[in-house]
């Protein structure tokens, strides 16, 4: 379902749900017990039905021109929020809302990579039944276990745990929810929606996503509600999580939690999505004394419409390292039918903290083991006011790596998905100090740079739903030249700048020969110092 779809569903759920009589919500997907062993899990998947239907399925749709080479997508039907993102003997699990075809509510679809790259499908994880639907939650990793804690559609929040190598085996610690909805009549002080777990000390806690008319008029606020437990079955309510957050929008909700240390100075980070504004972030202090996260920063992974082509909502997990690793969806901005999909994840991305505390963002992950035949473009002075096309440099699944010198232009215009006469293209701008002043200084106020993606002549097809470009903040020191890390993969283009911003914006162009790329500077003339290409490999070579 969409973001829209969820939200009025979401909205009926939380002032029913309990009232409901017991129903047998058993999926009609198949299900297995696997081994124990890493050895008898890897036999058992080589003759395994379901794993067999995935690769017949991605056979079936290599038609479909918009589906991507590299990012991951479901293997069959539609996917929705990525779930539980986290690392458990030797590989990264990355789980998600999938819709079986044979029973399409939502099960946690699987997938795992020993790289953060190279994704293989594992069979569907948790099941429906005793809830309706498995929606969204996370997982926490202990020394012999992984805890998925996670929204059971006519219960409340759900617990099951898995210790097998490749978490093929869930089983759900009790018969019904661990912190239900309210009751026929009972008004609760939180809501019981997407929970996110952690562990301190001798205590397990859990925030879960909602609102409350904490804003201005009475007008309702992202909030998130802290619990407390000993044993994951029996939680207690303790109070609203959040402090001092100034970030978050009026309309904002707090769905897709994710709460974990970053940096090494003490720092954590809450990621969320709300159905208003799209993915967004809080950094602050855990104040452990009192069980509040105290939020001194915070900003978005979405810069424009959540909706027709726009970030979705975020899955997180610690790196290990001090930094956190994020994956998103991506919301669709064509019909779907006809072999079209909803919905992909981003590439993966490193989180972390800068000098100032200011969030980070690079691609994580081994992108480099899917480069494949390289241009590397010669050093070029780029004339003012001039649109000059790449002639060396052609794909709609490949890696950009450039380097700008912009001097005195006043933006830097680059080109990608571009037909040969311009009818197709999907424009990316970067804006010396064009963005806001810096709030953190009161009297010189020094500018933010700016980067934008506007897909409004991405495609000439009627279909494709019209949006505002994408446009974010970013922050390069006087003289510091700019660096544009573009991944272009078919209806996805992902941009990072300096390792410090990444905006990410869905494109359909329809025409066959959009795979050109230009430059252009604005203004004043610069010089293009190296751009490097990558005609990129296909993850899923069987399709």
């Known amino acids: 379902m969409n973001?829209?779809?969820?939200?009025?569903?979401?909205?009926?759920?939380?002032?029913?749900?309990?009232?409901?009589?017991?129903?047998?919500?058993?999926?009609k997907v198949p299900k297995f017990e696997f081994g124990q062993t890493l050895e008898e899990q890897e036999n058992q998947l080589k003759t395994n039905s379901l794993i067999h239907r995935f690769d017949q399925s991605r056979r079936s749709l290599v038609k479909n021109r918009y589906r991507p080479y590299y990012h991951y997508i479901n293997p069959e039907g539609k996917l929705n929020d990525p779930n539980g993102l986290c690392f458990w003997k030797g590989n990264w699990h990355l789980f998600y809302q999938a819709y079986p075809p044979e029973d399409p509510r939502q099960h946690w679809g699987h997938a795992v990579s020993n790289d953060l790259t190279h994704w293989r499908d594992l069979p569907y994880a948790i099941y429906p039944n005793p809830e309706q639907m498995v929606f969204s939650g996370s997982t926490f990793v202990e020394d012999d276990r992984v805890i998925a804690m996670y929204h059971g559609v006519s219960l409340g929040s759900m617990v099951a745990v898995s210790s097998d190598p490749l978490l093929l085996n869930w089983e759900k610690i009790s018969?019904?929810?661990?912190?239900?909805?309210?009751?026929?009549?009972?008004?609760?002080?939180?809501?019981?929606?997407?929970?996110?777990?952690?562990?301190?000390?001798?205590?397990?806690?859990?925030?879960?996503?909602?609102r409350i008319p904490e804003g201005p008029g009475g007008k309702e606020m992202r909030n998130n509600f802290l619990f407390r437990s000993s044993d994951l079955k029996n939680w207690e309510y303790l109070h609203p999580f959040v402090e001092n957050d100034h970030y978050s929008l009026v309309g904002d909700d707090g769905s897709c939690p994710y709460f974990w240390p970053i940096g090494n100075k003490g720092k954590y980070i809450l990621l969320y999505f709300s159905h208003m504004s799209g993915g967004k972030y809080l950094i602050g202090d855990y104040d452990k004394k009192r069980d509040k996260f105290v939020v001194t920063d915070g900003g978005d992974f979405n810069h424009g419409p959540v909706s027709r082509g726009g970030v979705h909502a975020p899955s997180a997990c610690p790196d290990g390292k001090g930094g956190v690793i994020a994956i998103f969806n991506m919301n669709t901005a064509i019909p779907v039918g006809d072999g079209n999909y909803t919905e992909l994840m981003t590439l993966p991305r490193l989180l972390t903290l800068d000098e100032n505390d200011k969030l980070a963002m690079k691609p994580a992950g081994a992108i480099e083991s899917l480069r494949g035949r390289k241009t590397a473009v010669p050093a070029m002075e780029l004339p003012a006011n001039k649109e000059i096309v790449v002639e060396e440099v052609s794909g709609d699944a490949i890696e950009l790596d450039l380097t700008v010198n912009l001097q005195e232009s006043t933006a830097f215009e680059l080109n990608v998905l571009r037909s040969a006469q311009k009818e197709e293209y999907t424009r990316i701008v970067f804006y010396k100090d064009g963005g806001y002043p810096d709030r953190e200084y009161s009297v010189s106020r020094p500018r933010y740079s700016a980067v934008?993606?506007?897909?409004?002549?991405?495609?000439?097809?009627?279909?494709?739903?019209?949006?505002?470009?994408?446009?974010?903040?970013?922050?390069?020191?006087?003289?510091?030249?700019?660096?544009?890390?573009?991944?272009?993969?078919r209806s996805i283009v992902e941009v990072f700048v300096n390792d410090r911003q990444c905006i990410a914006l869905r494109t359909y162009p329809q025409r066959e020969d959009s795979k050109g790329i230009s430059v252009k500077a604005h203004g004043s003339a610069s010089r293009l110092e190296r751009l490097d290409a990558w005609q990129m490999k296909n993850l899923y070579r069987k399709e």
């Open 175 to 210: 018969g019904t929810a661990v912190i239900p909805h309210a009751k026929p009549g009972e008004t609760l002080p939180y809501s019981v929606w997407d929970p996110n777990i952690w562990k301190e000390g001798d205590y397990y806690y859990s925030t879960t996503g909602g």
């Open 3 to 27: 973001f829209k779809s969820k939200l009025l569903f979401m909205m009926a759920i939380l002032t029913v749900t309990s009232g409901y009589a017991q129903t047998d919500y058993t999926s």
């Open 452 to 489: 934008t993606i506007d897909n409004l002549n991405s495609s000439v097809s009627g279909q494709v739903q019209a949006r505002i470009p994408e446009v974010a903040n970013v922050l390069v020191k006087e003289n510091e030249p700019v660096k544009l890390q573009v991944f272009v993969d």
